[in-house]
């Protein structure tokens, strides 16, 4: 009966699993979604860009009328980098091969979001390679026949992740714990045995022999 | 997903030259969840039995050991909320809003803009994230340990038999850091991001 049941809650276990492949969980966040124009947009992002992976940057494109994607638009990106960020020359704004390189200065070219790029064909997408940490301004522009609108949003790209030299005080935690469970143990342990150690006379109880001295 | 996983996910999809990488998500997920736990709990019960000469049954190892694996699953799963937690905190109250506005209250309506930014930096998140570990990894070796104790009362044996079951914590610990290093990737709305 019990293998069964086992049976039972593997072969679920199982299908749940094989469902999972379908929940694209870990979804962007929504940055921006704001009414301009003819147009609703909705801007996402990875929900914590940092500069040393590749960052995407998404666009829903919606009918203002009737909340309809619309799916013909040219969807053009300008990424301004963070005002204070001392940027080094190596340091750039960068596409996938094939998506146009930026640096730091003035003027910058867009980057374009299409739809080719994006797994749901409903947005546009564009995967970005931010150069440096900060509070970076994304300004994205929609243009649809003889309708245009532009948007903006900022977009707050963490330090690079990966440091550990960061968390060490927290890593030497569980073993400093450790140790000092051990010793706590140790000591505990010494006191018993030489407790056991003692001739039968004098293992007295403490508390017993407090009240006998008290009476006396 | 973080993304070193996700990248290896579209790397081995395109390698085995199929059109999805969700075979082999479901592939690797089955195997992280069922498989590799599985076979490491099994190792670090055959361990401790080998080297102790314990003699309840290996089942009863596995069963009773990993149970006191999990207060380290709990803060694996506290820290990954908290993440989700800390950057998409502020689409909860948009949420409630357009709800309100589909019950029949304009005032509350959403009128467009932009969104708050995270709750908490990425570091503080990590800080966090890894006090969480620390407190399930210590939790988790205190409940082996005691679950030691039972079977061998003497010190230096609870100890020979605690080894594989601490080996094993420590390793899920490793696991869990490493994670929380990693940048999270944004699945279902971009293609395949692969390294510049």
């Known amino acids: 009966m019990k293998t069964l049941r086992y049976g039972w809650a593997f072969q679920a276990l199982l299908l749940f699993e094989l469902a999972s492949g379908n929940a694209w969980a870990d979804g962007g966040v929504v940055r921006f979604r704001g009414v301009q124009g003819p147009f609703v947009i909705t801007i996402f992002t990875t929900p914590a860009p940092t500069p040393d992976s590749a960052t995407d940057v998404s666009l829903l494109v919606q009918r203002r ?12 990106l300008q990424f301004t980098p963070p005002a204070l960020s001392v940027a080094k020359p190596t340091e750039q704004l960068c596409g996938l091969p094939g998506v146009a390189l930026l640096g730091h200065g003035a003027t910058q070219p867009s980057v374009r979001a299409t739809r080719a790029q994006a797994s749901n064909k409903l947005l546009y997408a564009a995967p970005i390679r931010f150069g440096v940490a900060g509070h970076w ?29 960061g968390l060490l005080p927290y ?19 010494k006191p018993r045995l030489a407790s056991a150690n003692l001739p039968e006379q004098q293992k007295v109880n403490p508390i017993h022999a407090a009240s006998m001295s008290q009476s006396g | 997903m973080t993304a ?27 195997a992280a969840l069922v498989l590799a736990p599985a076979a490491l709990a099994l190792s670090a019960a055959y361990v401790s039995r080998a080297v102790t000469g314990v003699s309840a049954p290996m089942r009863e190892l596995f069963c009773r050991f990993s149970f006191s694996l999990i207060p380290l699953g709990i803060a694996m799963w506290a820290g990954h909320f908290l993440f989700h937690l ?22 509350l309506e959403w009128r467009g803009g932009g969104f708050s930014a995270p709750l908490l930096g990425l570091e503080a998140v990590q800080v966090l ?16 340990w005691r679950v030691c104790l ?15 079951w601490a080996g094993l914590a420590t390793m899920l610990y490793a696991v869990g850091v490493w994670i929380i290093l990693q940048p999270m990737q944004m699945r279902g709305l971009a293609g395949p991001i692969l390294s510049p």
Request: hydrophobic letters at 45%; charged letters at 15%.
């Open chain 2, 86 to 107: 800390s950057v998409g905190w502020s689409s909860g109250w948009e949420t409630i809003r357009r709800a309100a506005a589909d019950a029949g209250w304009p005032s």
């Open chain 2, 150 to 164: 039972t079977y061998a009362p003497r010190g230096r044996d609870a100890l020979r038999l605690f080894a594989s």
């Open chain 1, 137 to 165: 301004t994304l300004e994205a522009s929609v243009t649809r026949g003889s309708d245009s609108a532009r948007v903006s949003c900022s977009i707050a790209v963490g330090p690079p992740t990966g440091r550990l030299a």
């Open chain 1, 171 to 189: 890593l030497l935690l569980p073993p400093l714990m450790v140790i000092l469970f051990a010793i706590n143990q140790s000591l505990r342990k």
């Open chain 2, 4 to 30: 070193p996983l996700a990248s290896f996910t579209s790397q081995l999809a395109e390698r085995l030259g199929l059109a999805t990488s969700q075979p082999v998500t479901s592939a690797l997920l089955f």
């Open chain 1, 65 to 76: 009328d009737s909340n309809v994607a619309i799916l013909d638009a040219t969807v053009d």
């Open chain 2, 129 to 144: 994230q890894t006090v969480l570990l620390d407190g399930g990894v210590l939790l988790a070796l205190y409940l082996s």
